[in-house]
């Protein structure tokens, strides 16, 4: 049987495994430094950014203020024994050890910590894409014929997800339910046969808040896991310390910041992630979604200024929403006093980090959507028309026909995603005022269509 991993105490530094070092007193000690645990009771008195900045910083080879870069996929012992140990986990990375980087690499270790750290959970794993850190955790947790209670609005690939492929790959099947209705989400619950309660902070694309307390009472008292997406909201929610089982991102978006990764992660208990990465019978460790070193270092060297980041996204997202409110624009906004869960965002979400940097502008009609988006990048420059989220230039899309198609028509109504609805990521390159100016001018050229039309007619 594998020893179970503390990953709050896995030690990354560049350590001498065969040279104990002499202690003043004459005896010998380990040369490895007892890590800071980047554990806290009290999750939910715990900045994020504070919680970041308290985990252990890993210093290059040769001393450098950066980690180096573990580049290899497997590693050598210096006796045939310890190969034999590693392989039925009596040896790891609690003792500095690593075999092969499917499993354990010294670089994605080291932003998984990270990664714990901010969300504040025990240990947390670094995949190849957010897709891949939904699909593994729901694999591990629910089982062949299992079921799930979801909510009916969620990201288009995690809609299909669910209702498709994990249907016809494993029988498992998921019930779609309003998320806020917690009348409706405990009566789907099925006694022996529901495992997991899965739900988005902040619904993609109709800004939809969770009311993660509530949820996590439910799932603790029907004995079932909650799995959180948290990726539109790292820094603002945390949902583990408001009662989460488990936290999954994809990185590549606010994460990254720079549009240029494919990255994911799984945030939960020590005894979660070992099993994902178990020899026998880890969906991580089996399937395979292996993070590059190289892309797990660049990551990790953005999360310092993540805070920063996130505060300038939700400044910017709010000063648009208010002012497109005041032109009369349908728009839709955690922030604004008037949207039905900007109450309850407040309550949960972390002080000083606003309510995030997604707004959706609803046009009414795919083509009204598609005109303005077309004047706001090539005529004004204020944006670009693309997926994603999270770059530091404001991306916008038409929800119901980008990243939401894999949602029937009827789902998507019943998910209140309009044909019109523009769902922006909102950037912060340039100032706020020239950004604006943009977006106006963007707004008064569409609104003179009529009337040259009329003209020339």
């Not at 990953?7 to 002499?22: R, T």
């Not at 003043?24 to 430094?33: L, R, T």
């Not at 994809?250 to 990255?263: E, N, T, W």
């Not at 991306?395 to 922006?424: F, W």
């Amino acid at each position: 049987m594998a020893e179970l991993i503390n990953f709050a105490k896995v030690s990354l530094s560049n350590v001498n495994k065969h040279n104990p070092k002499v202690s003043e007193e004459g005896g010998e000690q380990n040369q490895k430094e007892e890590p800071v645990t980047t554990i806290t009771k009290h999750f939910h008195e715990v900045d994020p950014a504070a919680a970041l900045a308290s985990a252990r910083h890993e210093f290059g080879e040769h001393g450098g203020v950066n980690m180096s870069i573990e580049a290899s996929a497997t590693f050598t012992v210096m006796e045939a024994d310890i190969l034999r140990r590693l392989c039925v986990g009596e040896l790891g990375p609690n003792e500095d050890y690593f075999v092969y980087s499917r499993q354990f690499n010294p670089t994605v270790l080291n932003l998984g910590r990270q990664m714990a750290a901010l969300e504040g959970t025990e240990a947390a794993y670094c995949t190849a894409s957010g897709m891949s850190a939904i699909t593994a955790v729901l694999l591990q947790l629910i089982g062949a014929g299992g079921h799930v209670v979801a909510s009916q609005c969620l990201y288009g690939g995690t809609h299909a997800l669910l209702s498709r492929f994990l249907v016809h790959a494993c029988g498992i099947k998921t019930t779609f339910v309003d998320m806020n209705n917690i009348e409706e989400v405990r009566s789907e619950i099925r006694d022996g046969e529901t495992k997991v309660l899965y739900v988005e902070t902040m619904s993609n694309p109709t800004l939809v808040v969770a009311n993660i307390p509530v949820l996590a009472a439910v799932a603790r008292e029907k004995g079932i896991k909650l799995i959180v997406d948290n990726t539109f909201t790292p820094m603002i929610v945390s949902p583990a310390r408001l009662g989460a089982d488990v936290v999954v991102h994809s990185l590549s978006k606010f994460i990254s910041g720079s549009a240029d990764v494919i990255a994911g992660a799984i945030c939960g208990e020590t005894s979660l992630i070992n099993s994902l990465t178990s020899h026998q019978d880890g969906a991580l460790m089996l399937t395979g979604p292996t993070m590059n070193a190289k892309v797990a270092f660049e990551i990790s060297e953005r999360l310092p200024h993540l805070a920063l980041r996130m505060k300038e996204h939700s400044t910017r997202a709010m000063a648009y929403a208010t002012r497109m409110k005041r032109l009369g624009l349908k728009v839709i906004y955690p922030g604004l006093p008037d949207h039905p869960h900007h109450s309850l965002l407040s309550s949960i979400g972390n002080p000083e980090y606003g309510y995030g940097g997604m707004l959706c502008l609803d046009m009414g009609t795919e083509e009204r959507a598609n005109n303005l988006m077309q004047h706001l990048q090539n005529v004004t420059q204020f944006g670009l028309m693309a997926v994603s989220l999270g770059y530091y230039e404001t991306l916008m899309s038409c929800s119901g026909s980008s990243t939401s198609t894999e949602l029937l028509p009827k789902e998507r109504a019943k998910a209140g995603i309009s044909p019109g609805l523009i769902r922006m990521s909102v950037g912060y390159s340039g100032t706020l005022e020239q950004r604006w100016a943009q977006f106006e001018q963007a707004l008064v050229l569409i609104q003179q269509q009529p009337k040259k039309l009329n003209a020339e007619g």
